[in-house]
């Protein structure tokens, strides 16, 4: 009886430990959309945007940050239409001279672009790009049509967002999230 007990635990081991190799194996195996840990990838991805987004909206001193884009523009010593990396552990060299408020809020990357001459901070990318712009005291729109951002934060400061391009009621939900963590 005793053997027949030891018998069953050892095979119940054994199928535990098949289960995490076939699932270890098939997550080196299948092509990313089949992973088992794609659902966990995503879930993790998530949450570190909302906190990005919470980080931006709501604990930033936003007059502090827009001051820190425009010293970075007055500058002039950076080239419009390129992204410096920040947040990457392979940071460009240019990154360690960006004022403290732009350090302390780790963008992915920061970029002067070449129509509008604003300073973009994107905070997260691939199918979730949000960020801020930081626009000139002087600035000007480089023709009628164009479109500053989708929110702004203070005059100067607009914060973008791809959830507006899909949810046109997007902008409730950020108030409302600016509303709880403010």
């Not at 095979?11 to 966990?40: D, E, N, Q, Y």
């Amino acid at each position: 009886m005793k053997d027949i007990k030891m018998g069953k635990r050892m095979t119940s081991k054994r199928m535990i430990v098949a289960g995490v190799v076939i699932v270890l194996a098939l997550s080196f195996i299948l092509p990313i959309s089949f992973s088992p840990w794609t659902p966990v990838a995503f879930y993790l991805m998530g949450h570190q945007a909302k906190r990005m987004r919470e980080r931006i909206l709501c604990k930033t001193d936003h007059q502090a940050l827009l001051e820190a884009c425009r010293e970075v523009l007055n500058q002039g010593d950076l080239d419009p239409g390129r992204k410096y990396k920040v947040r990457n552990a392979q940071h460009d060299p240019e990154v360690s001279q960006f004022p403290k408020p732009i350090l302390d809020l780790a963008p992915n990357y920061l970029l002067i672009e070449d129509i509008a001459g604003n300073l973009r901070l994107e905070m997260h990318g691939g199918t979730d790009h949000f960020g801020v712009r930081a626009y000139p005291k002087d600035f000007r729109k480089p023709f009628p049509s164009y479109e500053y951002a989708d929110k702004e934060l203070i005059p100067g400061l607009w914060y973008y967002d791809d959830g507006y391009n899909h949810n046109p009621e997007y902008d409730k939900k950020i108030d409302d999230l600016i509303q709880k963590y403010k």
